[in-house]
């Protein structure tokens, strides 16, 4: 069962509802039923067309404005995948959206409309996707029927886009642009032949093509470990079990490992899923693993291959996003959870506002506020075992914990 | 031992969930109705504890209305899990005049089961409880979070959500407050009726198709074989070859015509369906926005 997840970003304009409302109608993803509900929707709004952005407005409030406000999650399936939607607003305001979308996505489509070209909302999303590393990026260029389907327009937007790839960090993002009308459906799920210019895939050929290599990064394995399963049966008496979820990497019987904080050694010994034993475990498996010497794990430690130790400092600096009305600032004091460890953590610095419209930084604000990205310098109570978010995302991020009202403040990208 | 374990994204992702319940939560239950859902849930929790026992009890709100198929798989199932199971009844809460029964055509009581549940939360300390809800549902409910905190009243701020960022899960929660963990929010039906096949998962046989006693109302399949579920004297009672595709309360659970008798003919049927699941549950139908009211309401 193979599973990919997509990121979507657009303005309130772009199309973006009716672009997955169009793959799901021209994938069959639609049952008689909500078909219904959107012809009748469509009928009372007066439309002569079938508004296909009904299949996906959720909560009664936004159907009253007309607008998406939060992620949504949007499933369909083919022959060959399955796919899940993170539909996400894309006005300013809703950063904090977008980069909760984008972190579990490994693929984003990137909404502009043809009449308007890139706009400054276009680099938003662009760096968003970019600051989280989003390896498959698809740029589609949508209401071109409202541009004659001009190649002219296209390109302008391709030049454009490919410039400020140009100018960005991670550079390791694949970028693919097609040429769509969500609302005629060209070259959403079936080619068009509007565009005898463009010659390549469609956007669902495109993501359909996608192999696990093309979006997953090939880094080290990091296993967190979140609980010690002891059974204390007759039959396991003396069973004592590491589970967790594997990141980054793969982790085979034999390997010599450490456990973080307390850099002890061990070997793997056995590798359970359920109640069989495997040689090797892939990346993103949930395993139980035993070692082959007693050695004190509880919740919270890290197991790593003893050849590829992450690093360690009790003073990080980190990209935040910061996503909680009250605002960050200097001298507070919060919770960190980076992976299954919690750390008291206090704030040292906010060192800058970063633009998230390529304009650059702003070095003179000391606080993040609500959809800000900042710099910001973290002190902690206990050594952090992390690497930097580039090189591997699950043990290169953190979320911030407001402890008072128990909050999810922020995201952290340690540097 | 010479394989390479592959991961199922899906799978993995449900069993991480299970795990963080466990460490994160001092009193988790598992809400446990006897559908395919509540099922998978506790194959992914065998999975995630093996080989040591499911760390928390199971909790069925008994409408009174359940199937007896269901029911009597219900106590099987657990007796062979070793799992402590509690049933709390919606009669009791209607008995003493908590809560009032619906009446008529469409009642149902799939409205009451939310005091119970509630009730229950309370009466025995849970701090979070684990459902089988899925976001492809139905609208509403794809918004929900994997971690979702409910206060005291059971009720739902769908404004005011945590984010949920990469797989870090926030079970940080007040006293008094509640958590609804849901580790198949991104499986789908078909998603589930595959991993059944997939893992030789038994299940109630009500999921296949089999003769029944039934009558139309309104384009779809009612059971009449049983007087939980109202009907009228001229509603025609035939013998069809049914199977149903959630098992909640008898009196809102429709049945689709299906030549379906084994798990492979199911997956394939739901494959080829182009009807929603929910769109045979006929509490949805009320109003378009149902869901979502019934979910600020405490609903499950």
């Not at chain 1, 159907?63 to 999650?73: F, K, L, M, S, Y």
């Not at chain 1, 982790?251 to 495997?278: A, C, M, N």
């Not at chain 1, 002190?379 to 978010?389: E, V």
């Not at chain 2, 899960?169 to 789908?188: E, H, K, Y």
Request: proline fraction near 2%.
């Amino acid at each position: 069962m193979e599973v990919l997840k997509i990121a979507t970003a657009g303005s309130v304009d772009d199309g973006k509802s009716t672009l997955i409302g169009r793959i799901l109608y021209d994938t069959k993803s639609l049952t008689d039923d909500k078909l219904e509900a959107i012809e009748r929707s469509s009928k009372q709004k007066g439309f002569d067309y079938l508004d296909f952005s009904l299949a996906t407005d959720g909560l009664v409030a936004e159907r009253e404005q007309g607008i998406t406000i939060d992620v949504a999650h949007i499933y369909f399936s083919t022959a060959k995948k399955s796919y899940i939607i993170a539909d996400t607003p894309g006005h300013v305001e809703y950063t904090r959206n977008m980069v909760t979308g984008a972190s579990t996505s490994q693929a984003a489509i990137i909404l502009v409309d043809a009449r308007k070209g890139v706009i400054e909302q276009t680099y938003r999303h662009f760096f968003i996707n970019n600051l989280l590393k989003v390896k498959d990026i698809v740029v589609a260029v949508n209401k071109m029927d409202l541009v004659d389907f001009s190649e002219e327009k296209f390109n302008a937007v391709k030049e454009e886009i490919i410039r400020l790839a140009a100018r960005s960090d991670y550079k390791g993002q694949n970028i693919t642009f097609i040429p769509v009308s969500a609302l005629k459906g060209d070259n959403v799920v079936n080619k068009s032949v509007q565009t005898p210019w463009y010659h390549g895939a469609t956007m669902l050929e495109h993501l359909e093509g996608l192999n696990a290599q093309d979006v997953y990064e090939v880094s080290q394995a990091r296993l967190p470990i979140q609980n010690v399963i002891r059974p204390k049966t007759e039959e396991f008496h003396d069973f004592r079990g590491y589970a967790g979820k594997l990141y980054g990497g793969s982790l085979s019987v034999g390997d010599e490992v450490t456990v973080l904080p307390s850099k002890t050694s061990s070997r793997i010994k056995e590798i359970y899923h359920f109640d069989k034993t495997f040689e090797r475990a892939e990346r993103g498996a949930s395993v139980n693993i035993t070692l082959e010497n007693d050695i004190n794990i509880s919740r919270g430690d890290l197991l790593v291959k003893s050849s590829e130790l992450p690093k360690e400092a009790k003073q990080i600096e980190a990209k935040v996003c910061w996503m909680d009305a009250k605002n960050l600032v200097a001298g507070t004091k919060y919770l960190i959870q980076h992976g299954a460890n919690r750390v008291v953590a206090k704030i040292a610095d906010v060192q800058k506002v970063i633009k998230t419209d390529f304009s650059g930084e702003d070095a003179a604000v000391n606080k993040l506020t609500i959809n800000d990205i900042g710099v910001v310098q973290i002190k902690l109570a206990k050594s952090l075992f992390y690497d930097s978010y580039v090189d591997n995302k699950a043990n290169g991020s953190f979320i911030i914990i407001d402890a008072q009202t128990n909050n999810t403040s922020g995201v952290g990208f340690i540097q | 031992m010479s394989t390479i374990l592959h991961s199922n994204a899906l799978e993995n992702e449900a069993i991480y969930i299970m795990r963080e319940v466990a460490a994160q939560f001092e009193k988790p239950v598992l809400l446990f109705s006897g559908g395919k859902d509540s099922i998978t849930l506790v194959r992914l929790a065998q999975k995630a504890f093996y080989p040591a026992k499911i760390p928390f009890p199971f909790l069925h709100v008994d409408t009174g209305h359940n199937f007896p198929e269901t029911i009597e798989f219900r106590d099987r199932l657990c007796e062979e899990l070793g799992v402590e199971l509690i049933v709390r009844n919606v009669q009791d809460n209607i008995d003493a005049g908590k809560v009032q029964e619906e009446s008529g055509k469409y009642a149902s009581r799939n409205m009451l089961q939310t005091e119970t549940l509630l009730d229950a939360i309370e009466e025995f300390g849970f701090d979070a409880a684990i459902g089988g809800a899925r976001r492809d549902e139905e609208k509403a409910r794809a918004k929900e979070r994997i971690f979702s905190v409910r206060d005291d009243f059971g009720g739902w701020d769908e404004k005011n959500q945590r984010p949920e960022l990469f797989d870090l899960l926030n079970g940080r929660i007040d006293l008094g407050q509640n958590v609804r963990v849901f580790p198949i929010s991104n499986w789908t039906e078909l998603d589930v009726w595959s991993y059944i096949e997939k893992e030789d998962i038994e299940i109630p046989s009500i999921y296949f198709a089999h003769k029944r006693e039934t009558f139309v109302r309104d384009g779809m399949i009612w059971t009449a074989d049983d007087d939980v579920v109202y009907r009228e004297e001229d509603e025609e009672v035939v013998e069809r070859m049914v199977r149903f595709r959630t098992v909640g309360d008898m009196s809102c659970t429709a049945a689709v015509l299906s030549e379906a008798v084994d798990i492979a003919k199911v997956v394939e049927e739901i494959r080829d369906s182009s009807i929603s699941e929910r769109g045979a549950r006929i509490d949805d139908k009320r109003s378009e926005a149902a869901m979502e009211k019934r979910k600020q309401q405490g609903y499950f």
